[in-house]
């Protein structure tokens, strides 16, 4: 089973940025679509951005788009969330999550919970923006 690993999580203050790294076990091609989640205690948990390995497309929440990139690094088995103009309601728990076969983004969005549709998660990593 694919292991997923985030890191660069950390604390900002408003306008900062961070990019988060989610570093899987196995090549990003045997990885259909991976994506960023986030969570602050009491509420759903939430997509932020999402990535189709092979095709390349990209996904964003309208709250993050122009702000935040998701891009895929092949050799490395990485996938990163360049974060910048970060604002404090963007403070949670951001989880990294893939499959192997994964339904189109938009089915998930509609569906409303797009985190029920990934089975590999990884332990989260916490970002903070402070005012």
């Known amino acids: 089973q694919v292991q997923l690993v985030e890191s660069g999580g950390g604390s900002v203050q408003a306008g900062g940025s961070l990019r988060l790294s989610c570093s899987a076990s196995?090549?990003?091609?045997?990885?259909?679509?991976m994506g960023w989640f986030r969570q602050v205690p009491g509420k759903v948990r939430e997509w932020v951005a999402a990535?189709?390995?092979?095709?390349?497309?990209?996904y964003y929440r309208d709250s993050v788009k122009g702000r935040f990139t998701i891009s895929q690094d092949n050799a490395n088995n990485t996938v990163t969330l360049q974060m910048n103009g970060l604002k404090p309601e963007d403070t949670a728990m951001y989880y990294c999550?893939?499959?192997?076969?994964?339904?189109?983004?938009?089915?998930?969005?509609?569906?409303?919970?797009?985190?029920?549709?990934?089975?590999?998660w990884g332990q989260g990593t916490p970002v903070t923006a402070s005012s």
């Open positions: 196995d090549p990003l091609a045997n990885i259909d679509c």
């Open positions: 999550a893939a499959d192997v076969e994964c339904p189109p983004w938009t089915v998930t969005v509609v569906a409303g919970r797009s985190d029920k549709f990934l089975k590999l």
């Open positions: 990535i189709y390995t092979v095709a390349g497309r990209t």
